[in-house]
């Protein structure tokens, strides 16, 4: 069974910053695009930002020049480094692995942006 655990969450003052970490196992983590997506309440899950195999990047405009997705892939993990941070980016932070078009999630881990 897959297993994807997301860590580094928590509450922190606007224009702070947090880095969210996800821990993949029993999977071939080389080979899957890995992605952070969240979900604030009451909304839809939305795409934060994106890393294919090849290390190519993309994220969602409102959060450019603010969030940076990276990955390890010695430690079969994927980050993102959050930087001043608004409340607008409260929500609930989800891993997701695609590979072959099969997706896999983590629980998610909450980020609370409040003073």
């Known amino acids: 069974q897959v297993q994807l655990v997301e860590s580094g969450g928590g509450l922190v003052q606007p224009g702070g910053s947090l880095t969210l970490s996800c821990a993949a196992s029993r999977i071939t983590f080389n080979l899957y695009a890995m992605a952070w997506y969240r979900q604030a309440p009451g909304k839809q899950r939305e795409l934060v930002a994106t890393i294919t195999r090849g290390l190519i990047t993309n994220s969602a405009d409102s959060v450019k020049g603010r969030f940076t997705i990276a990955r390890d892939n010695a430690k079969n993990t994927v980050y993102l480094q959050m930087s001043s941070l608004k409340p607008a980016d409260t929500a609930v932070y989800y891993c997701?692995?695609?590979?072959?078009?099969?997706?896999?999630w983590g629980q998610g881990t909450q980020v609370t942006v409040s003073s």
């Open positions: 997701n692995a695609n590979y072959l078009k099969l997706p896999y």
